[in-house]
């Protein structure tokens, strides 16, 4: 099994597959890599296909008719995305632009509809992330009206620690590779405003900033703020 299978298998497509489904359903799907900043596809786009990330990071973001952009979220390698126009076929409901350097794995909906067809399994485990999509989007729409900006802040952190976070000697490295108006649009707020939650995290000892990552030295006290 080499790393690319490996991450695969983490993806919910493939949670409910035995090696030999697994096999024949990554035989349906194509390499695409994407360089930094490279747009997979645009908001409104038709869509025809579904993403798994082996490799990289890739945001998804909603464009205001001003231009102001919302970044949805942020995904790494096991994650998958493009899966809505699969079940609702219209246009795609967010742009997907590669934060990094990119390796996806790709399946056309037309190749994957006879596996929902012929294994319930996979249809389910599916439904499974679409619920859970459903659930985030429900807490990131409550803490825009319930949270102030350090707690989302906080809660952002958090988030991007699960995906990203690795535990080295002097605390938890999230590289998350944002810029400072990335990380403010994925917590809905100014520049100005993040930096000064971010600031007083780090004056505070909790956080270390460095670029485009930070190091969570008190995950305790910021999960506390995140409450
Ligand atoms: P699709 O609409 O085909 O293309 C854009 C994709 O972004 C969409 O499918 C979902 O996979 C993903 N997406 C849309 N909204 C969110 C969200 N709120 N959080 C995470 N991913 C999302």
Not at 78 to 104: H, K, N, Q, W, Y
Not at 115 to 137: C, E, N
Not at 156 to 169: C, H, I, P, S, V
Not at 194 to 222: C, H, P, Q, S, Y
Request: some cysteine; glycine content about 8%; hydrophobic content about 40%.
């Amino acid at each position: 099994m080499d790393g690319t299978q490996d991450v695969l298998s983490q993806a919910p497509l493939f949670e409910a597959l035995d090696d030999e489904g697994s096999k024949a359903l990554r035989s349906c799907m194509r390499d695409v890599r994407l360089t930094r900043g490279q747009t997979l596809f645009a908001e409104g786009d038709d869509g025809d296909r579904l993403y798994v990330v082996l490799d990289g990071k890739i945001k998804l973001t909603r464009t205001a008719p001003d231009g102001r952009e919302n970044l949805l979220s942020v995904l790494g390698p096991g994650e998958m995305f493009g899966e809505l126009s699969l079940f609702d076929p219209r246009p795609r409901t967010a742009s997907a632009i590669a934060v990094t350097e990119c390796r996806l794995a790709a399946v056309a909906h037309d190749e994957l509809r006879p596996w929902l067809d012929k294994s319930p399994q996979v249809a389910v485990t599916l439904l499974g992330a679409l619920a859970r999509r459903l659930r985030r989007a429900n807490d990131v729409m409550a803490d825009l009206v319930f949270t102030d900006v350090p707690g989302r802040v906080a809660k952002a952190l958090l988030d991007l620690a699960e995906r990203f976070g690795k535990q080295t000697d002097d605390g938890l490295h999230v590289h998350h590779d944002l810029t400072q108006e990335e990380l403010a649009q994925l917590v809905g707020a100014s520049r100005e405003t993040v930096n000064k939650a971010l600031a007083d995290f780090a004056g505070r000892g909790w956080i270390r900033i460095e670029a485009r990552a930070v190091v969570i030295l008190d995950i305790d006290r910021l999960k506390r703020r995140a409450r």
